[in-house]
């Protein structure tokens, strides 16, 4: 139980230096939410599932066993990757802001999600490494973990984008651009020391 449940928490943390992060799926989330509702992050949120559910399908019925045996390699990777994802994020906090932008009008906030994750360069440079190795790692200890992690790292997401839907939809911002920088430098000193942890696990057998 108590596995499953940092998993949970692993991926909600993950997840959120993500969402937090400024991509074509928040300002997506911006746009949609100045002439929707509170639940247009929910349902960017869920266009924005579908293609990690493909990934994470992917890995756990192929990608797993073919890259079994450069588990260490991966871990590296991911290790590494974690760290200059952390770095961006924190150098990226010092100019992020939630200022809604012009409108693009009301799409389909469904497709919306799916288009700007799947047409994102980040998103994939995220998942051929950070991902996978987060879900290869958990599924070492059963599919019940890598499940666990992609829980968590979904209600990250929807939380976020749910938050942001929120607040704009009333007419206000839920964070200052003060506390939002604070927000993600934060975010991305979490990735920075988990991805030099990642890295002394490969580096230092336990």
């Not at 079994?68 to 010092?94: E, W």
Request: charged fraction near 5%; aromatic fraction near 10%; proline fraction near 3%.
């Amino acid at each position: 139980m108590y596995e499953i449940v940092s998993m949970l928490a692993l991926g909600f943390l993950i997840g959120l230096t993500g969402a937090l992060a400024p991509g074509p799926t928040l300002v997506a989330t911006i746009n949609a939410s100045l002439a929707g509702s509170w639940t247009t992050g929910l349902k960017i949120s869920l266009g924005h599932m579908v293609v990690e559910t493909a990934i994470f399908l992917l890995i756990v019925l192929g990608l797993a066993g073919f890259a079994s045996p450069y588990t260490i390699l991966i871990a590296g990777i991911g290790g590494v990757a974690l760290i200059v994802f952390g770095v961006m994020t924190v150098m990226g906090s010092r100019t992020a802001s939630l200022t809604s932008p012009a409108s693009a009008g009301a799409a389909n906030p469904y497709m919306a999600g799916l288009l700007t994750s799947a047409a994102n360069p980040y998103f994939w440079i995220w998942w051929l490494s950070v991902g996978s190795a987060l879900v290869i790692a958990g599924l070492q200890g059963g599919i019940v973990l890598a499940v666990a992690f992609m829980i968590g790292h979904w209600g990250a997401d929807t939380g976020w984008y749910t938050l942001v839907s929120t607040g704009i939809s009333r007419g206000r911002t839920i964070l200052s651009d003060t506390a939002y920088h604070r927000v993600m430098g934060i975010c991305g000193t979490f990735l920075i020391l988990f991805g030099l942890y990642y890295l002394a696990g490969v580096l230092i057998p336990r």
